[in-house]
């Protein structure tokens, strides 16, 4: 599990790199101030939740199914929540109608938050 952890927070935290660039540089002067201020916020939420990850591998040689949990929690909370803001945030530069990705957003914060619950059950049981 440590090395999946791993390399699921690799690719995590290099797509986060590439977004915040593209972001910065690409979008900047495509999206609105509102529009880039959320696609700066999926960016940040990526890095935390990949530093999560990355303190997660430390635990799982306890292979508890908290840290199978919280794994999959943060992983699947990444995609939903900075997924959908990513996509919501260059609704209008592609000329789609994302809005019913609105939804989506809140789940995967939700799940972002459950990955940290189960890291502190994983925590508190393994003294």
Known sequence: ???KIIITAAILGLTA???????AHALKESLSA????AWKT??????YHTLALLFLSNFSKYRSRAIIAAYW???FGVFLFCGSIYLL???SLMGQDFSFLGPITPIGGLLMILGWVFMLL???KNK
């Open 1 to 3: 599990m440590n090395k």
């Open 34 to 37: 509102s529009e880039l201020d």
């Open 89 to 91: 945030s260059l609704d």
């Open 73 to 75: 929690a943060f992983t």
């Open 17 to 23: 790199v590439i977004f915040g660039a593209f972001g």
């Open 42 to 47: 999926a960016v940040s939420y990526q890095f």
């Open 122 to 124: 994983a925590a508190l």
